[in-house]
């Protein structure tokens, strides 16, 4: 008995070392449309964001600058500490040719878990953003079978979940509150429910939606303007 206690002791100690991973997180808004998020480590020392980005056009090139920071839910900014995979700008990456994609990983100062956050680089053109990145497993379950459904074309049964994530965590006021609302919003543009959409753009206004404005500039660019 005693040595399975001390065995338990320790387990519970390296999982705490090896910290918490999220895979494949979703987020709300991102920048280039080719990046994509494959893990985020929240380890005791630090907090690492594992990625990719694909080339998309010729002579393509990329690099990520020194100022690219991880926002925290309550605003506050962690600087870049440590890059990997890509070079910090002005020296660049290039691609070979459209297509060929590349890994390369963002570090920052330890955040312990979080229940979200977003990555901002600021830049001249073309810079690196994930808003409203979600680290809860059950909510990325959840808006994983959302968005199968709506690719399937069972836009009512991804409405539906849309529906219950928004009345579920609404109070919480998460980064991915924007992109939930407007994917409820074009749902029902889509079926031609205008009054019902007009309602959840009305009440997406109301609300406490982090970085709202991103998020009607991006329904005034897909036409849904109220």
């Known amino acids: 008995m005693r040595q399975t206690i001390i065995a338990l002791i ?3 100690l390296f999982q705490g070392a090896a910290g918490q991973s999220t895979e494949r997180p979703n987020y709300g808004l991102k920048s280039p449309l080719t990046a994509e998020i494959v893990r985020v480590d929240f380890n005791s020392d630090a907090t690492i964001v594992w990625m990719t980005v694909m080339s998309d056009i010729n002579n393509a090139w990329f690099c990520i600058d020194r100022n690219t920071f991880l926002v925290k839910s309550d605003g506050t900014r962690l600087k870049l500490t440590g890059l990997k995979g890509l070079p910090y700008c002005p020296a ?6 459209p297509g060929e994609k590349t ?3 963002l570090t920052f100062p330890a955040t312990g878990m979080l229940p979200w956050f977003s990555i901002v680089e ?6 690196l953003s994930f808003r409203g990145i979600v680290t809860d497993p059950v909510l990325n379950a959840r808006l994983n079978e959302a ?3 709506a690719g399937t ?3 009512m049964a991804a409405y539906r979940i849309y529906e219950a994530i928004i009345n579920d965590t609404d109070s919480l006021n998460l980064g991915i509150e924007g992109s ?6 074009m749902l029902d543009r889509g079926m031609g429910r205008n009054e019902a959409a007009r309602r959840w753009y009305n009440r997406m206004m109301t609300s406490d939606t982090p970085d709202l404005k991103l998020y009607l500039d991006n329904l ?3 036409g849904a303007e109220y």
Do not use: D, H, M, P
């Open 10 to 12: 320790f387990a519970a």
């Open 92 to 97: 660049t990456y290039k691609f070979k040719k």
């Open 103 to 105: 890994s390369f990983s």
């Open 122 to 127: 600021e830049c001249v053109g073309g810079c």
């Open 147 to 149: 968005y199968s459904l």
């Open 153 to 155: 074309g069972e836009n």
């Open 180 to 185: 939930v609302y407007s994917a409820l919003i």
């Open 220 to 222: 005034k660019r897909q």
